[in-house]
């Protein structure tokens, strides 16, 4: 059993930045592909960004390349997510994910992820 635990959120102004963490229990993190998503209000949860177990290889949704930068530290067992440019539209509920993968794999839908960290708000003003 792998826990998560996200930190890092609050509250910013528009063009500002925010660095999440998520924090993984266990002793094999290089063998677990790592996501962070975010969930607006009455809204379905939404892919954000991913990383393979062994940080080689990122993947992004549209709306926040070039903004945002997933990364890892296999060695500290935690994956980041660095946030810039921050816009009001980012205002979420960001969740971190985790499921044990082959070093080179990522994974972008809910469904495919086992473990879920209790999310962090993160909430830009205009």
């Known amino acids: 059993q792998v826990q998560l635990v996200e930190s890092g959120g609050g509250l910013v102004q528009a063009g500002g930045s925010l660095r999440l963490s998520c924090a993984a229990s266990?002793?094999?993190?290089?063998?677990?592909?790592m996501g962070w998503f975010r969930q607006f209000p009455g809204k379905e949860r939404e892919f954000v960004a991913a990383i393979s177990g062994s940080g080689s290889i990122t993947y992004y949704t549209d709306s926040v390349k070039g903004r945002f930068t997933i990364s890892r530290d296999n060695a500290k067992n935690t994956v980041y997510l660095q946030m810039n440019s921050l816009k009001p539209e980012d205002t979420a509920v960001y969740y971190c994910a985790g499921r044990q993968s082959t070093v080179y794999s990522f994974y972008y839908r809910p469904y495919e992820y086992d473990y879920w960290g209790q999310g962090t708000q993160v909430t830009v003003s205009s």
């Open positions: 266990g002793r094999t993190f290089n063998s677990y592909a």
